[in-house]
């Protein structure tokens, strides 16, 4: 009996080929492998080859006379690789410490101080691009983009943090002198800032102080503003006063004594507007009450609004002012040979009370409809 099967190897060493064999009872896959492979092969790697038929494995023990090898079948001999665990070779996990330290969490990388500092300088403190000109700063010494700034205020979209910015109001433009041969093209290349101080060409990269001037917007070096000592700017000679002096990005001390100024200086424009508002309500309500028709003495009330307080805090013509300003009760001005209830039901509404349902009105009573 023959037996006609066809052999192939992914191997360049293993041609493909048909076998016709007469196979004996004796025969196995492995006589078979080691006549197809080449000596130096079958010397040291006839036992890392082995013999696959419809993509499943076969032992070498395997009988040509198989049931399982039928004629015309293909069989495929491939190569075993070594390795992936059981065999000796590493896989990487020999202890449970080193398997756990596998899936163990990074800690963060350590940020640099100095790379933290210089970001503040050159950065907006908003969208934390590079700065641009024109370039704000706010009452507490952070530095924006005016641009971002101004759409985060329209979006509604700025950070509780700076909450305390409400409008250009609080705002304060700056002027920056640009390190020269610095184009703004050139935007924080290689780590440098774009701006100096005018006076003494210290850069503004965090290492040094900065405070800038309100009424003009310059920002100039500490150093330059103690060793000369001046009231008016050193680069435009505009005056200023102490608190004027804004300092950008302080430590937290500067910033507490900032927020406090700033406290202090909204407080004061808020007790303006009340005071303003507390006059206009009272010339408001002194023109919604005079006239003839209302019987008020307007002469009188104006002096008597003029005139001093006594020692008690009240004036002595308190009585005169209350008397001017009451309230106009239509009963008090009824004509002659009039009824005061008749003539004042002209210009209030009736009572419930007195009103008494008839059957002509009952479909409509008064207060339901």
């Avoid at 950008?248 to 900032?258: D, F």
Wanted: hydrophobic content about 35%; aromatic content about 6%; proline content about 5%.
């Amino acid at each position: 009996m023959t037996l006609q099967i066809f052999v192939q190897s992914p191997e360049p060493q293993v041609p493909s080929q048909t076998l016709t064999l007469t196979p004996s009872s004796t025969q196995t896959l492995h006589h078979l492998k080691l006549s197809l492979l080449p000596k130096p092969l079958t010397e040291s790697f006839s036992s890392s080859f082995y013999f696959t038929l419809n993509g499943k494995p076969l032992p070498d023990s395997t009988l040509l006379e198989s049931p399982q090898i039928a004629p015309l079948s293909t069989l495929v001999l491939r190569y075993r690789l070594s390795g992936g665990g059981g065999d000796g070779g590493a896989t990487g996990a020999e202890s449970r410490d080193c398997y756990l330290n596998m899936y163990a969490e990074r800690k963060p990388d350590k940020v640099d101080p100095n790379e933290q500092k210089l970001s503040k300088w050159t950065n907006c403190a908003l969208s934390n691009e590079p700065l641009r000109e024109p370039c704000v700063i706010d009452r507490l010494g952070n530095v924006f983009n005016k641009e971002a700034l101004v759409e985060a205020l329209l979006g509604k979209k700025l950070p509780k943090e700076f909450g305390y910015i409400r409008g250009l109001k609080d705002m304060i433009t700056v002027r920056f002198s640009r390190v020269p041969g610095a184009a703004e093209s050139d935007e924080n290349a290689g780590g440098r800032t774009l701006f100096q101080c005018p006076i003494t060409g210290l850069e503004i990269n965090g290492k040094y102080r900065f405070l800038a001037l309100r009424n003009c917007g310059h920002v100039l070096s500490a150093k330059a503003l103690k060793e000369v000592k001046s009231s008016a700017c050193l680069v435009c000679h505009e005056e200023f006063q102490e608190s004027d002096k804004i300092v950008i990005n302080g430590s937290e001390e500067e910033v507490a004594v900032l927020r406090e100024r700033m406290m202090e200086e909204k407080s004061k424009v808020r007790e303006k507007k009340v005071k303003k508002n507390g006059e206009e309500g009272v010339g408001l309500e002194m023109s919604r009450l005079s006239g003839r028709k209302h019987g008020i003495d307007v002469k009188a009330v104006e002096k008597v609004a003029s005139g001093k307080l006594d020692a008690n805090g009240k004036s002595a013509n308190d009585g005169v002012v209350k008397e001017s300003l009451k309230r106009f009760k239509a009963g008090d001005m009824a004509p002659a040979n009039a009824t005061k209830e008749v003539y004042a039901s002209i210009f209030t509404s009736s009572k419930k009370s007195n009103f008494k349902e008839t059957y002509s009105c009952r479909s409509l009573p008064l207060g339901r409809n």
